[in-house]
């Protein structure tokens, strides 16, 4: 049994690549919830559909969030009738949600969510971080806004100053399943709003030093491939670099994966972490997966 720690990006990515090595019964994906709200009167679990999404093989892989040749008419009409919805929703990714939402009235998150996988047809185990209400607040120098609002409304211009998490429990398989897993694999995710919100949680580190674990940059070159990480990265004080990423999971890593544009600073990574290894880690065809996924377990 393996357990990945996933965002809603990158590892995802990676997931495609690691299910045609790994039997999926055999796959644990932890997913970080600080992003979960409500929209439209609905619960959006965004990493967790993508995660869900990956897994079932209908994920749209032009956004990674929502289902392939979706339609759109329930969004346009809610525009017609006057509510501008701020996240374009599928028909068939709503029906997920609002199904979501009523479980939800029943049921815990991790609950929920192990129901819609096994309707889905997925065999991977999927395991939100907390079912606990988890948020992240964006501190910029325009104030304080989510992490939506900061990324789609204002498009990841402001100044970052802080990024800030309240402390959830975790959920009730979360610290079990890491202790019992042969190897946890930590996707080339945002360090700090995806993978950092889990790490941070009661009980992980501690649990993460005890299994073998590997990591994937999600930095190559000194930038990320997609996404705001660099500004989240700098304005905590971190490197915008492999090195930066290595500096943050150096505490429970026992292998880091690092891309060959990044072999200059290999020999500085291993004074932190025993094993690097250089790679291609830009994730642009299945075989780019594949060759990757292959990696880590070589
Ligand atoms: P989010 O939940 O949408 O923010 O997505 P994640 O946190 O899962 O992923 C965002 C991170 O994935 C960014 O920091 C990217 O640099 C990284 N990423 C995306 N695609 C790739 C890829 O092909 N290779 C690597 N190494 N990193 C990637």
Redesign the pocket.
């Given at each position: 049994m393996i357990t990945i720690l996933?965002?809603?990006?990158?590892?995802?990515?990676?997931i495609q690549g690691i299910v045609q090595i790994v039997d999926p019964a055999d796959i644990n994906v932890v997913v970080?919830t600080v992003?979960n709200t409500y929209i439209s009167g609905n619960y959006i679990a965004?990493?967790i559909d993508?995660v869900m999404y990956t897994l079932a093989r209908i994920i749209n892989e032009d956004t990674?969030?929502g289902i392939k040749d979706d339609t759109f008419i329930t969004h346009e009409t809610l525009k017609k009738i006057g509510h501008d919805e701020i996240l374009r929703i599928g028909d068939k990714d709503r029906a997920i949600k609002i199904q979501k939402t009523e479980l939800l009235g029943k049921y815990s998150l991790s609950e929920v969510v192990d129901i819609q996988r096994k309707n889905l047809g997925v065999k991977s185990k999927i395991i939100p971080m907390s079912d606990e209400q988890s948020y992240i607040k964006i501190i910029t120098d325009e104030g304080e806004m989510s992490f939506h609002e900061f990324l789609v409304e204002k498009k990841a211009e402001p100044e970052v100053e802080n990024v800030i998490y309240n402390d959830v429990n975790p959920s009730t398989d979360l610290i079990n399943t890491i202790e019992s897993s042969e190897m946890i694999i930590i996707?080339?995710?945002?360090?700090i709003?995806?993978?950092g919100p889990i790490i941070s949680i009661d009980g992980v580190k501690k649990a993460l030093k005890n299994v073998y674990v590997v990591a994937?940059?999600?930095?190559?070159g000194g930038?990320?491939?997609?996404?705001p990480?660099a500004k989240f990265m700098k304005a905590l004080g971190y490197e915008v670099s492999s090195m930066g990423v290595a500096t943050i999971y150096q505490e429970f890593i026992d292998k880091f994966i690092i891309?060959v544009e990044d072999i200059e600073s290999k020999k500085k990574i291993e004074k932190l972490i025993l094993e690097v290894m250089t790679t291609n880690?830009?994730?642009?065809t299945i075989d780019?997966k594949l060759s990757?996924a292959r990696c880590i377990f070589g």
């Open positions: 996933s965002g809603g990006t990158g590892t995802p990515k990676l970080n992003e965004p990493d993508t990674w969030y996707g080339p995710s945002n360090p709003t995806s993978i994937v940059s999600p930095i190559i930038k990320p491939v997609s996404g990480a891309d880690t830009n994730m642009k780019d990757l």
